[in-house]
């Protein structure tokens, strides 16, 4: 008997599975236009700052926008939480493997303190930066007005899967168009990782996307809970529903590729795979102003009953603006992306992020496993 | 000269090469209804413990029972060839490696004591406790009228591989639809892996089938013999078979998985890939009430001219009640498993498990692989 | 601009990359018949002794015969170059790491004393046993007519890749057809791993196949040469060959797959594969009546110039009965050959190995892959 | 909904990835003709030296020579910078892990000496051997005519991607048709890696390609800018523009494989890929004359803001002509590449580097995974 199909898999890939092909013409890197645009902000790097406790605080948001980037502060994270939320961060980076996911369970759930949230945004605010702040879905009728009224620029609703129709029994789900409607800001949604759920989040009005769920270097839903999408996947699916999009509205809701990106050759890959700008966790939390002090954890690690999560010791090494710009003695591309980015556009002769969409990929052995035949000569 | 095809060789998916995709809507996880039926009897979640000795006991049943799901006992294990199973449990935690096969082999020599066969069974039914027992098909004809006599509830055929038809020169091989006649109980019949096999078996009149051939974390079933299935594709034929079945006869038969399972994002997969319940052992065998002792042991193990198994340290965790429900603090899938069904769920916005069936799975790399790119971080 | 396809790749299988599906119905491993036929002789297993020196030797040939099965002499190796070969395979066994290759070298660098071929042979034949040697096709010419005259019942020639055609200015290749003529007894010839070769040689009307270019655990061939094909693919292909030679000829050749076949698993996965038997190094070596005291090489390590082999310390286990028969203890397949075997036929319906060449074998992740997250368990 | 395909991804082979398949017919390796030709010159095996500082200087260059090859003088590396580079190659060799980069920085930083450029080639002229020169585009319009002048013979272009066309706002870029009436010498430019950039560069009328980007083992290209292709792939497809530009022109513009090459099995890869030629870098080295002192680093390495590369250890192991033409007692095909080379083409019955690009390859399982197998046995 043959064996009917229950269910069709489709293949996935991630970065470490894929390459970039260089193109039949070169370009000079020095003139590649890697701007990138929500709304009427327009940054002069493509690269933002993950919303989560080691990386983004008010210091770190400022130095962000100084950079030309962006950042987006937690505001269910330390920072609303506590007076002096470096006391807690401390705490953390000092706690052993053993104690600290229930450290963080309790440290996470103390209160938000809603003046806190105004505060935090005014001083990022006061530096001149952009701020973008973000909130999970369920905290977010509550939180958005206060934020927007405190005058923060970008309002981010991020969860690890948020979709555009959320059903329950017993509590109205939030409705984007409304919240739109209540905030005059960009409102920028995540996370997704399908061109259908991606679509439809487009379709209510917002101003861009966050792709990706399950990748992230301190993240462990995929163990926990069987879920997520390779990025490589999960941004080419969610860049096919952008241009989709585009066609039917004529409006460009950028992507921004969230989580797995370890050093400049999976940031270029992101680029190639469609997106229009790439949010950065472990990578940030290296640098010398990141808040972590050389750790990084994800922001659903804390859960009470189902932490999906785990510390991770990332070290601290250089300033922001070295990881970013360089110049740098390493060697494995945690550093100077930026340059990184525009050299790999050089090499394929893309001049600008829109045509890096374009270039070619193709699938190749994981660097892990090229990376023992060079140990073998070593050894 | 092209090369004939002398064989196709069709693809299979193991839980670690895939991975499931969130929806396009989401729910609340509070709502998922994850009920599970054999014929009349309703259980509150599709979660059975394995007819294996380092997991199920009197007492293990009793407590499966009254948290909502379902324990098989294995009729031709320690517990019917010993009076006091517990001291040669005891012994086998106690073994070195290099002891425990052949100590397993002497230990499972031991004849079956048939009045001990009432007795388990009796015990499990007085705490009020829905009663599942397990005996291989060489034993059914003889054990199975002993076993509904002393009141139990399901009846479990299983043993590696367990077709329909046997062939044999020297003995008649059981027959379903006759076993079904002689005793009033639901028979579960296992493990099968194809769509074949699985949909010859229902066509017996049998009430569920167990789907798996050597991917349980004790079992060398593949080493040795050569012979297995990957849980998701064995899963996802079954399933197929299943709903054949039910089409031409109108008769829902469960399918479940029973083997591979080692975290909630496993357990979540097998849902997505058509599982009407799952059979867990060696999550089970971490847990305080577990009479392995720490250990765990597959039954196949202890075959004394072929042994296939092997004798994992599991460890001792928490409570029954904490794998399955929580709250936790670790994060890597061990603990609270139905919080992480139901937390998939709602991020598939399924509601019921035959929703989840339909959730889209696509092949990703595996978390192993990905593991390493975390651990490079960390180092 | 499209890529033409300069080279077509097609995907080829190892052992460790396929599972056998079992059956829709099962059957009584005991009334399996594994019968193994070379023109007018039958062995009650199809298991052979490969021709290397770690294995092979007048005691061990003998051994093989008694048990049912075939062992083969190189007459090429330490047995024909050394009165006392015992000697040299101490020293082989007692050298180190670094010394082993240069002492190699220099011991298959002494000459082949043409009256120990005679002689092997005639001890073999003594004891009552089928007596097959070997010979590589530059030396067939002058070796074939001594050791059938000394009585051997079985030639093989073999060397690492072996046509049907050789193309020489300097000397006339081998031509089959008319070893056939000079020598009165059947002709095995091999290695062979495609569908062209294989077919080319059984026209040449000699009596077997033997298959493999690269998979033995001691051959460096394809880290050296670059040269090598998986034992499923290629047994496959072969079996297609034998196929298509019997349709065209009306004669059944055999086909022997050698090399690669490390436990159970494997050799079941060999006749899945479409082999009628398969040859054994490494697991032999590790017989306490195995000439190579817990060593095994390959018999292309010593070349002077190139040499493509590695010496691997098998330890030595149990004896040549037990690992053919059992009982045993140990669960990792290298133990109790035979009952594997038949157990596996036995889940998969196969009474005759013909049968077993039809059952179905999937592509599924490698054991070694799966073994990791046993580990994980057990840490 | 279906989800539309943002961009089609290919899958591409790298060396570890193929194996060759033995022929239908062999033929003797010491009949098989192994000649490289680029326009004038034929060397008598088609193996070439890098052009990297561990490899290449004025006596490598000689001996390569004279054994019948060639080597690549790098006019941008210590050999033009410095009187007497063999103190910072010292320097280079003793320097720590952590010093190496920011030394390699320092090192590669001072300017190049014009004299020096005349000097090196009239040195290797001197000897009587083939002078090849180096130069990335970016230095050729000035360093050519120098070169050409002092007496080189064939001139490389040379840098990580190098295409027909080079897009600038601030100058203007390389035109080869333009290089080639002002230098009266062959040109062989790389690297490339895809059909379309290969055929552009032949049309501009040069005399060989480089093939490769990213696969060497001290290059971290792929790891800093996600820039690569592995070289089956890309020797592959610039063979099918080699052979399309052929029918096009009726010019044979042969290609070299430059990178990745490890071994023998390696190098055997690469002409059946469709390499007419291979470059080496780490394998020559391990010479005993290598200027390297027993390490290597990749040209791209000192990039002063953004480096690319590694310092690996390979140790110094026998002298270049053993490593050609052997004899050896190691089995790992790092050396008697020649020997190795003859013999596969022997046992895939090619004569000619032509008809080795017609031999069958196939895709299996790496050795590295198949590695794991040998281990478990040896442990």
Redesign the interface.
Known sequence: ?A?????E????????????????????P??TNIDFKIDNYTFSMPIIAAAMDAVTDVNFATLMSQLGGLAVLNLEGAQTRYDNPEEVLTEIAQASGAEV??LL?NIYSQPIKEHLIGERIQSIKKSGAVCAVSVAPANTKQFAPIAAEAGADIFVVQS????????????RGLIFSELRESIPIPIIVGN??????C??LMRTGISGVLVG???G??C?T?????????Q??AT??C??AR??YLRESGRYVPIITDGGI????????AF???ADAVMLG?IFAQAEEAPGLGYHWGMS?PH???????R???GTTVTLEQILF????????SQ?LV??LR??MG???A?TIQEMH?V???????????G???Q???S
């Not at 997704?192 to 759920?197: D, E």
């Not at 995929?222 to 390779?230: A, E, H, N, T």
């Not at 370890?262 to 890959?269: A, I, M, P, Y």
């Not at 009470?304 to 785990?310: N, Q």
């Open positions: 008997m064996t009917p199909q229950f269910k898999l489709r293949r996935s890939y991630g970065f470490d599975e894929v390459a970039i092909v260089p193109g039949d013409i070169t370009a000079n020095d003139h996911t229930p369970q690890t899967v948020t979709t555009a129709c959320h059903i329950s029994k017993s509590y997704c990782v399908s061109y259908s759920a679509l439809e769920v399950g990748p270097a301190a462990t995929r163990q926990v809970l069987g879920i997520g999408v390779p490589v996947t080419m699916d860049a096919a241009d989709e370890s050093n400049g050759g999976d940031l270029c890959k190639a795979s469609g472990s690690h009470p009953a189902l932490p999906r999560g785990t991770i010791k990332v360089g110049p740098t003695s390493v060697t494995d591309g100077n340059g990184a050299t790999a090499a394929c002769g001049l374009r070619e990929m193709i699938i190749a052995p994981s660097i892990t496993t090229e023992k035949s060079w073998r000569l070593q």
